[in-house]
């Protein structure tokens, strides 16, 4: 009997430390943008865009596979869902090691044989200090972006960009909304704002007027 009673106090004590261990662990931690990429990072990013581009074998099926990638790191609006709605592409590290790896794809198909980016382009990109945001929106007429600025806002802190290339023309929107398109990209340096934090997006036109969308960065990588 007493024997019984200490196995029993034995079992009690190991589940205890199994919930204690459980508890301290906490519910799992998004995935966040990544600042810092291992080479093993950087290899099994460009396996992620190898594979799917390996299993293309249609002009329709590559361009899904187009689609799908720019997707995974687009904030803002659903293409799908708001045409015109503004919306912006982060072209983190992962998603250019990926590209890469598409890239060795296309050209192992094309010249027959494995095609692999050099050792230095890939460290060029785990290196890269800024990150580069293509913004999407539409306007009133084709120069509606002309001059425009775009920052992040993390809480109180509003942070400014790198450097902004000058806008596209605008391009005639055949969907619903605004009649034209345009795009512009600008470029974070990583350590001035938060890879995991919810971020609001706000592009500031010369005339005044503002256009704002959420972006949570832990669900891009």
Known sequence: MRSRTCRRQRMMMALSSLLGVLVLAGPQVAAAIDVKLSADDAQK???AGRTPMDKANSPEDVKKVLQQASLATRVGSDPEKDPCGASAILRTKRFRLEAFG???AAESKKQKKDIRMPDEFIKKVVDMPNMEVEVQ???DDEYFAE???VAFQQGNKNIKPVDVSPAEKGRKNDGQGAPF???FTARFAYDSFDPSAKTKVVVFFPDGKTSEFDADFSKVR
């Open 45 to 47: 990013a460009l396996e």
């Open 102 to 104: 598409r890239q060795e």
């Open 137 to 139: 929106l539409c306007g």
């Open 147 to 149: 001059g425009a600025q």
């Open 181 to 183: 398109r345009s795009r």
